[in-house]
């Protein structure tokens, strides 16, 4: 029998030992892999890794195009889409996804997601989640604003263009205090979702597999990620900011994307 007859048994093997739901008949198929890969001298913790690289194969792809602000510059996306402006890289970072910037037929900005299939439905629904919070959550505390930033018909040109500027200073420290207290839960899950996937040598060994393919399969599609640093937004108002930052602690990011891959950040 030929070394290639060998590992193609050795590999079926293996297979049984973790497609089979019966645990005694997959601790039983694992021992015979083992004492078959003593017998003929071959390495299994190769040709795990090897079938966990051809696994991370399939599957990639990019996201449609997402608007994400009118024009090529950042003020716009900060007005018209704060996750991207805020969060861009922090969400695709969670999610194990690469995110490039690209542009519409109309010159206005937009982003693509690329990764495997259900990390991209993971960032566009997390995306869109934060995006709808983001909106909600602003849209509560203008209602609250003093009347002093409510022009009326009898306000002056000057001060009518005195209260708009506040109320931009104040939407944008809100909503940057929401984005750091986003950011600080996504890292913290980051981190102990790592740790606990890096607890064996076989999926320290996987994951390695996986951010390698990540950038592989990017490259053999053409797909460009963005580069540059996250967007310097200084809040100015820390009364403003520190409401954001509570109620981004608030929103509640709990729910399944599907019934094949649920997403389990609470509030925290």
């Not at 497609?19 to 017998?39: C, F, I, P, R, S």
């Not at 190769?46 to 602000?69: D, Q, V």
């Not at 969670?94 to 900005?109: Q, R």
Request: aromatic residues 8%; hydrophobic residues 40%.
């Amino acid at each position: 029998m030929s070394k290639e007859s060998k590992i193609e048994k050795l590999k079926k093997l293996l297979v049984l030992a973790s497609g089979n739901a019966n645990e005694a008949e997959a601790m039983a198929a694992l021992a015979k892999a083992q004492e078959y890969a003593a017998t003929y001298g071959l390495n299994i913790d190769n040709i795990k890794t090897e079938e966990g690289l051809k696994a991370a194969r399939k599957g990639y792809g990019k996201s449609s195009s997402i608007f994400s602000g009118f024009g090529g510059n950042t003020d716009s996306r900060l007005q018209f889409a704060p996750v991207d402006a805020l969060l861009w890289k922090d969400i695709a970072r969670f999610c194990d996804v690469m995110i490039g910037v690209t542009k519409d037929s109309d010159g206005d900005n937009c982003i693509e997601y690329y990764g495997q299939e259900a990390d991209v439905e993971l960032a566009i629904y997390l995306r869109a989640t934060i995006a709808k919070a983001m909106d909600f959550e602003w849209s509560v505390q203008e209602m609250l604003l003093d009347n002093e930033y409510r022009p009326n018909m009898q306000t002056s040109t000057r001060n009518m263009q005195a209260a708009m500027n506040k109320v931009f200073v104040l939407k944008h420290s809100f909503w940057q205090g929401m984005a750091d207290r986003l950011r600080e839960r996504m890292m913290f899950l980051h981190r102990q979702r790592t740790e606990a996937a890096t607890e064996g040598s076989d999926s320290r060994a996987l994951m390695v597999v996986k951010e390698k393919m990540l950038a592989e399969r990017a490259k053999e599609d053409g797909f460009r990620s963005a580069v540059g640093a996250r967007g310097q937004h200084h809040a100015v108002d820390s009364a403003m900011y520190a409401t954001g930052h509570q109620r981004g602690g608030a929103v509640d990011l709990g729910r399944g994307v599907s019934a094949k891959s649920p997403l389990a950040i609470g509030r925290r």
